[in-house]
């Protein structure tokens, strides 16, 4: 599986959009853009996913560059419980890769 | 409601003294998984399985073993745990292992050995 570089952490103003990005750019044709979250020690959630096309759900917005060599996640109005720590994933198999992440604080 | 139910949630447990983690999912999903998180090292897979009775190693397998006899349950055996297997395990559950589908979380179990 393809290798994923994310920034260690990250601030974002309450009620701002969090915009994650996400390095992968020996990315292969078959596999998916996985991004998850883990709020302190609960398990990871998982949040959204793509392929090629950007995509939307009731938690993100996932936006994949047209050579899908990298990614943002877009957190369109954080609030306090978004703080967490994002793992971009790229898989085309079994197992999650779940690297460092990158650590979200969301500030009042 | 859909979900992955571990138990316990918290366990403290003395080296040697063989020990299981269930694990429960609700959703009629075929993969299920295992896995630790450690401090600096991350989520290591211990083990999966992509249906009843078909189980296989992950990245971390040493001093684990697993069963699958019906499709909901996938408990995670230590038949003699030791100190460093203290760590905070995962439970996952998907509809299938691969492409469009997400994964579902437990709530983690705390494993301490001593």
């Known amino acids: 599986d393809a290798k994923t570089t994310q920034p260690p952490s990250m601030d974002c103003a309450e009620g701002r959009a969090a915009n994650l990005p996400c390095n992968h750019s020996?990315?292969?044709?078959?596999?998916?853009v996985y991004w998850y979250r883990q709020i302190h020690s609960q398990g990871p959630q998982y949040i959204i996913h793509?392929?090629?096309n950007n995509e939307t759900n009731e938690m993100a917005s996932l936006i994949i560059t047209e050579d899908r060599k990298s990614s943002t996640l877009i957190l369109p109005h954080a609030t306090l419980r978004d703080t967490a720590v994002y793992y971009c994933?790229?898989?085309?198999?079994?197992?999650?890769?779940f690297g460092k992440g990158t650590s979200l604080l969301v500030t009042p | 409601e859909a979900q992955v139910t571990q138990n316990p949630r918290y366990l403290i447990t003395v080296t040697g003294k063989k020990l299981t983690v269930t694990c429960s999912q609700n959703?009629?999903?075929?993969?299920m998984s295992w896995y630790r998180q450690d401090p600096g090292l991350g989520l290591r897979q211990i083990y999966y399985s992509m249906n009843v009775e078909v189980t296989d190693k992950g990245d971390v397998p040493e001093g684990y073993k697993v069963s699958r006899k019906e499709k909901r349950n996938f408990p995670l055996i230590l038949e003699s745990p030791s100190p460093n297997q203290t760590s905070l395990y995962f439970c996952?559950?998907?509809?299938?292992?691969?492409?469009?589908?997400?994964?579902?979380f437990g709530s983690g179990t705390r494993l301490t050995v001593v």
């Open positions: 994933i790229v898989n085309s198999g079994y197992a999650l890769n």
């Open positions: 020996t990315i292969s044709g078959n596999e998916y």
């Open positions: 996952a559950s998907s509809l299938a292992g691969t492409g469009f589908f997400g994964y579902t």
């Open positions: 959703m009629n999903h075929e993969y």
């Open positions: 793509g392929l090629k």
